[in-house]
Every structure is written in structure tokens, then in C-alpha cells.
């Protein structure tokens, strides 16, 4: 077996992070629905857990280009080295 230390980027590592603070997020709102089983929780609960997929899927994935944090209205790369045509 190689035992070679694999670095991770700074910017991976904090992508990571960040899918584990939304997953535990969820966790936590979905364990408060089935706990009180008010159908506020239960609104709560379905709102959160969207947002977070939106946030983890589209909002903070470089690869889409419908990530506002990444690309413009017109799908092009915000990068400073992106080339204008």
C-alpha cells in the first residue's frame, strides 16, 4: 500500500467544511421535525434542507455555471484571468 500524504488544497478544505457545517445543519432541523412534529418545524425543515442542497449543488459548486459565485448572468467565469473576446 503507498503511504504517500495526499495534500489538500486550502480552497478544497474549505469547501469541505462547509458541506459538513449544511449537512450537520440539516441533521439538526430534520431531528427538531420528527421531534415536535409541529407543522412549523415541518416547514422549517423542508425550507432548510432546499436551501442547503441549493447552497452545496449550485450556489458553492465551481463547476456550475449557474453558481453566482463563480460565473455572471451570462454563464462566463468571473476569474480575473478570464480572457474577453
Known sequence: MDSKKVTIKKQELARRKRI???TVFVILINF???YFKIWE???IAMI???YA???VVV???DKNRYSSKYYDL???PLSRHH???
Open 41 to 43: 418545524f415541518q416547514v
Open 74 to 76: 451570462a454563464g462566463q
Open 59 to 61: 450556489f458553492d459548486n
Open 83 to 85: 480572457k474577453k473576446m
Open 53 to 55: 442542497l441549493y447552497r
Open 48 to 50: 432548510g434542507t432546499v
Open 32 to 34: 427538531l421535525q420528527v
Open 20 to 22: 459538513l457545517l449544511w
